[in-house]
């Protein structure tokens, strides 16, 4: 949150609200299922990495902690990134870092050589994906644009109800490793929606105007805005503990003598709910009364 992308995409085009923009509302669908479920599905493996390196809990969840920590503190890097190569190069190399990371984890001899990979590459690689895809929803969608956001946000709790059971599946089957090495080449899925995100077109028209000026890689005057301050300082606050639950419920299931099966199931059940719990608190906070 320490930075604002600037989103300086073409002036004076039109969103179309439809037409290659549901194409792009698919990718940000698939971006932002893979952004926010991949932390908390990865707890799956806690259990098996717990008696591999012989560690504990809380070094275990350091995982997630990295993945999430980069996902939201590298966003003044993917703001310049941006606004200097656009949306869809970026993600393309973000998705090759996010696949990259978890095959390399693979074959990791220690817990901080998965931190690294795991967390730092995967957990970048996901934050190049996560940004540019909403600037890019946004740039398709004006008058739809609410209705596209709760689309794109459904993504999470969806992916979150296939990943665990499908994480503590290739478990089973393949070791943590393999289930690592596996997961890495669904994350090239993210490439593939980042093909998807085709920038808007200007055609040039005579007397248009003066050139556009030449933009800032990072802007920082929306700290200037009150309301932007109060909005970032309350969501960070709210961060803190949005994830500590579904970090650690699995394991903790497991660790009380729950089957893994039925330990993962756990959350599959907070995602199924999640489905509803999103689009029903967006009407209630659009009420005129509540709001």
Known sequence: MGGAVVDEGPTGVKAPDGGWGWAVLFGCFV???????FPKAVSVFFKELIQEF???????????SILLAML????????VCVNRFGCRPVMLVGGLFASLGMVAASFCRSIIQVYLTTGVITGLGLALNFQPSLIMLNRYFSKRRPMANGLAAAGSPVFLCALSPLGQLLQDRYGWR???L???????NCCVCAALMRPLVVTAQPGSGPPRPSRRLLDLSVFRDR?????AVAASVMVLGLFVPPVFVVSYAKDLGVPDTKAAFLLTILGFIDIFARPAAGFVAGLGKVR
């Open 54 to 64: 012989g560690i504990g809990y809380s070094d275990t969840a350091w995982i997630s």
């Open 178 to 180: 393999g289930g690592f």
């Open 227 to 231: 309301g932007f301050v109060l909005y």
């Open 72 to 79: 939201y503190g590298t966003g003044p890097l993917c703001s």
């Open 182 to 188: 596996i997961l890495g080449g669904l994350l090239l």
């Open 31 to 37: 971006i932002t299922g893979f952004s926010y479920a």
